[in-house]
């Protein structure tokens, strides 16, 4: 471990992972470290006696439910859009190689009290009770204004600009009410709370493209796909990456302190009496607390059925979006539902999460709305999570903290955090618009 490298990252979440990998590519010398002896971090997969332990302090679950090995249960469950960032970084890097990929079965929102799903053809739409007939042609006619507005294209914007109207002037000009809106914003933008209304309407317009591109890509039910054997296989995809560039992996490192200067600029990472010189340090919240503040909690229930969720077309995987406004809240509510279709449960078993940005400290009785969705269930656990973001000036101290994960259940939140630090790090962008395996094929050849 005494030796001398470019960059420490301290954890295997997710996000580390990621940009130990990106890091390895650009040439850097990495040394990634993390306290555990497994990969993943926060965001790791359990099988069933891990997750009876972790939240019933026993070893034994029932015999009814299966084998243990045969439960990958995501700590961080989200799906991915088929089209959206963290895709194209595996594309990009070539991490697909590692992995398998199924598209998920549809995608769902919560109005009036019942759950729809969210049309994924002209012809659901027609049918959806979403809306009623004149509303479906107004409608109708904002998705095509969407569909044709090109940003380097002033012909397609309508005489609008949308770096000026907020998205709320923008939906009144074509007159969609306040359901239409509610699911327009949330189900398909994917907004957390109704804040964007009165943010400019450009990214609430990029973010419908990006949903109407992934739902193209694959024809399916929804936008999102999801790795068999769950989220787990992720980090350790990017830590393949990393090791094929040459960086180092050490698990099970207990009590990673990070060291500093004189000038309060990292300089190192000692543990086991053992330090490792560096020139900066990338890490999750929980190895350097001096320098991040609580934003939140996270509430999340997860259940284990012998069945799909009611109501959803016998789906074996969906999102189901509970808008905020449907719920009295600040913010939304997500049902997330895998199955043994994704090899994340055994043959008739289902996966369940309800989670929400916590508001109370009682997540029973705060995700009962979603819980209520599930029907019956064999079990349920509770979990609760505080939620941090760096506070500290990177440019002073050469240490990146990545941001807590949210209760959202899709990744594009956590894949802005990572390439705006890698931006950060580096003072580069990724360019997600080149193939990283192509271009080695081409130096080989």
Excluded at 23 to 31: C, E, F, T, Y
Excluded at 117 to 141: C, H, I, Q, Y
């Amino acid at each position: 471990m005494d030796e001398e490298y470019d960059v420490i990252v301290l954890g295997t979440g997710l996000k580390e992972c990621i940009l130990s990998g990106l890091l390895s590519v650009d040439g850097l010398k990495v040394l990634h470290i993390d306290r555990n002896d497994y990969y993943g971090g926060d965001s790791t997969s359990l099988n069933l006696n891990q997750l009876w332990k972790r939240f019933r302090g026993e070893d034994k679950p029932p015999a009814h439910l299966g084998a243990s090995r045969d439960y990958n249960v995501d700590m961080v469950p989200k799906f991915m859009m088929a089209n959206g960032t963290l895709v194209r970084t595996l594309i990009h890097t070539d991490v697909t190689k590692y992995l398998s990929f199924k598209a998920v079965d549809g995608s769902y929102v919560f109005s009036k009290r019942k759950i729809h799903k969210v049309p994924a053809t002209d012809m659901e739409a027609l049918k959806s009770p979403l809306m009623g007939l004149f509303e479906k042609r107004r409608a109708r006619n904002f998705f095509v204004y969407v569909q044709n507005y090109n940003e380097a294209d002033p012909v397609t914007h309508q005489g609008l600009d949308l770096t000026r109207i907020t998205t709320r002037e923008l939906i009144l000009k074509h007159g969609l009410s306040d359901d239409t809106v509610d699911f327009i914003g949330h189900a398909l933008a994917l907004h957390r709370d109704d804040r964007y209304l009165n943010e400019p309407a450009l990214d609430t317009v990029k973010r419908m493209k990006l949903y109407a591109e992934s739902l193209a890509r694959f024809q399916g039910g929804s936008p999102y796909i999801y790795p068999l054997y769950g989220l787990g296989e992720l980090p350790q995809a990017f830590a393949r990456l990393s090791a094929v560039y040459g960086g180092t992996y050490m698990l099970n490192k207990p009590e990673c302190k990070v060291e500093f200067d004189i000038e309060g600029k990292v300089c190192g990472v000692t543990s086991e009496g053992e330090t490792a010189k560096c020139k900066k340090v990338v890490c999750d919240p929980s190895y350097l607390p001096s320098k991040v503040r609580k934003i939140g909690k996270v509430a999340r229930a997860i259940a284990i059925m012998s069945h799909p969720i009611p109501n959803t077309n016998e789906s074996h995987s969906i999102q189901i979006i509970l808008p905020q406004k449907q719920l009295g809240r600040k913010s939304d509510m997500y049902v997330f539902c895998c199955s043994y279709t994704h090899n994340v449960a055994p043959k008739g078993k289902f996966i369940a999460f309800v989670s929400a940005e916590a508001e109370t400290d009682n997540p029973q009785s705060e995700l009962k709305p979603g819980i209520d969705l599930l029907g019956q269930v064999d079990e349920l656990f509770f979990d609760m999570y505080d939620r941090y973001k760096p506070v500290n000036e990177p440019s002073l101290d050469n240490c990146f903290v990545s941001m807590s994960y949210d209760a959202t259940t899709h990744f594009e939140t956590t894949v802005t955090d990572v390439l705006s630090m890698y931006t950060a790090i580096t003072g580069k962008t990724v360019d997600l618009s080149v193939d990283l395996s192509a271009a080695s094929a081409a130096e080989e050849y």
